[in-house]
Structure formats: structure tokens, C-alpha cells
């Protein structure tokens, strides 16, 4: 199964800017989609909200309408990582983040163990 380490979370303050990283034990990219998600602290996994997705393949993107035009997720397949440059934070974007890859044919995947970012206002 893959493996997903995220790092790069901390504080910010409102409006700044952070990279958020994940590293992959996944060597080939072409049958995965992956995604950034966020979690409230203290609340349930059900509660996980997709932000960002790419494809392995092609590299289309997506995502969460309340962060468009702030967030801007890449895979850098050389260095086996998947990113999300996080610019013009914003006190609601304070939550966990994790990284997860899944096949696109069954949907079947991994997460990561996650990264907090906390936002100062």
C-alpha cells in the first residue's frame, strides 16, 4: 500500500502564505488521483473536506470553491511529492490537513497522518 508522509504546517497569519508538502512511496503516478483534504480539529474523519485534486495522469485540477484562486496543488513526480501552496490564508482555513492518493478505477487509497496549520488573525 502507499505511503503518505504530509509536512509543512504551522502558524500563519491571516493572509500570509505556506506550503504544505506530502511525500509518496508511490513511483508511478499515472492510475492515481490525488487530493489535499482538511479535517476540524476534534472532529470526526466523515468530516474531511476535499480542497484540492489533481490527476496522475494529465494533471487536471480541482478545486473547493472556497479556495479558488488561493490554493494551488502540483505533483512533482521527480521528487515523488505532492504540494499545495496555500497563499492569502484566511482564519477558517486553520484545520488538519492530509494527503491521499487513490486509484482512479476502484478507489481504493491511503492518507497520511496529517499536518495542523493554525491561522493568527
Known amino acids: 500500500q502507499v505511503q503518505l508522509a504530509e509536512s509543512g504546517g504551522g502558524l500563519v497569519q491571516a493572509g500570509g502564505s505556506l506550503r504544505l508538502s506530502c511525500a509518496t512511496s508511490?513511483?508511478?503516478?499515472?492510475?492515481?488521483?490525488m487530493g489535499w483534504y482538511r479535517q476540524p480539529p476534534g472532529k470526526d474523519r466523515e468530516e474531511r473536506e476535499l480542497v484540492a485534486s489533481i490527476m496522475g495522469i494529465g494533471g487536471s485540477t480541482g478545486y473547493a470553491d472556497s479556495v479558488k484562486g488561493r490554493f494551488t496543488v502540483n505533483l512533482d513526480t521527480a521528487k515523488n511529492a505532492l504540494y499545495l501552496q496555500m497563499n492569502n490564508r484566511k482564519p477558517e482555513d486553520a484545520d488538519i490537513y492530509y494527503c491521499r492518493m487513490e486509484t482512479t478505477t476502484t478507489k481504493v487509497g491511503a492518507w497520511g497522518r496529517g499536518t495542523q496549520v493554525v491561522v493568527s488573525s
Open positions: 508511490a513511483r508511478t503516478f499515472s492510475n492515481y488521483e
